[in-house]
């Protein structure tokens, strides 16, 4: 089995600043880490290694800082790493991003067959969900979204089983290999790197694949030249002047004072009570 987990080097949002003049996000001086809803991924897919053996490929398109990313996944067990790098990928937004992932991973292919490409549901820095689907759709793979749990995996029928998080409850889909799929947060728990595996990692050498190596065919559908989104404004959240209010229960029943909230919200929010009632009537 080969596995192939797409990550992504972001700015620890923790502690992200806006510019107050260009509206832009300040990322000097704000530590990387690796998307944690990637992690979710990477741990699913050294799971799957430790059932069935094979191996597992960390790829990542980023600027040459990313490779500290990577070589963290080496740590936790992964056995390949991939940095795609080149100016030329500068400014990619989601479409150009899927594009030179989807060309990476087709090299990848060439080297051993993949089986399944694992990616977070998104990034914690664009937050659009879009680059793992746009790569099953650039290399026609089955596509399988927020993944709740892997039910089973059966190689010689060449199939996968698993558990989606839906509207309304869990859906239970069958698709063949080879596929994608995108993981939900908290669906697993990532290992902990031994010191042997740090070790390992740190003296990694990290393939880097050029805009030539990684395969790309049409340079017009990288970078900034293949992104056609226009981000016009970024801005930090207003912070909420309502501050939270003290309910004293001494002189009044949980019952009572329930009902007195309930009411309070029903006032602040007139038409909450009728959407309730239409929801419960369908």
């Known amino acids: ?37 990637d992690l979710f991924s990477l741990e699913e897919a050294l ?18 800082q990313a490779e500290e990313a990577l070589r963290k996944c080496i740590s936790f067990g992964a056995d390949d790493a991939v940095l795609v790098t080149d100016r030329a990928f500068a400014g990619a937004d989601t479409l150009a991003t899927s594009y030179a992932l989807a060309a990476a991973i087709r090299q990848i292919n060439k080297e051993q067959a993949v089986d399944i490409v694992f990616t977070g549901k998104q990034t ?9 689907p746009g790569i099953a759709k650039r290399m026609d793979l089955q596509l399988l979204t927020y993944v709740s749990r892997i039910v089973e995996t059966d190689l010689l029928g060449r199939s996968i089983t698993v558990e989606r998080r839906a509207e309304g409850g ?33 003296a990694y050498s990290v393939r880097k694949w050029n805009k030539e190596q990684a395969g790309i065919e049409d340079l017009e559908k990288i970078g900034l030249k293949g ?15 309502e501050k939270a209010e003290m309910v004293d229960l001494d002189n009044s029943s949980l019952r009572d004072v329930s009902l007195n909230l309930i009411q309070k919200i029903f006032t602040n929010h007139p038409t909450l009570e009728s959407d309730l009632l239409l929801k419960e009537l369908s």
């Open 227 to 241: 992104s056609p989104t226009v981000v016009s404004k970024v801005f930090g959240p207003t912070p909420r002047s």
């Open 1 to 37: 089995m080969h596995i192939v987990v797409c990550i992504k080097q972001v700015p620890d949002s923790a502690q992200i600043r806006v510019h107050p003049v260009t509206n832009t996000i300040m990322r000097q001086g704000v530590p990387a880490i690796v998307n944690p809803y």
């Open 47 to 64: 799971r799957l290694k430790d059932k069935f053996g094979g191996r597992v490929t960390v790829i990542c398109m980023g600027p040459p």
């Open 170 to 202: 869990v859906q239970v889909l069958k698709t063949a290999l080879p596929c994608l799929i995108t993981m939900l947060e908290n669906t697993n728990e990532l290992r902990f790197a031994t010191m042997p595996a740090m070790i390992h990692a740190a």
């Open 124 to 132: 914690i820095d664009g937050d659009t969900a879009q680059v793992g």
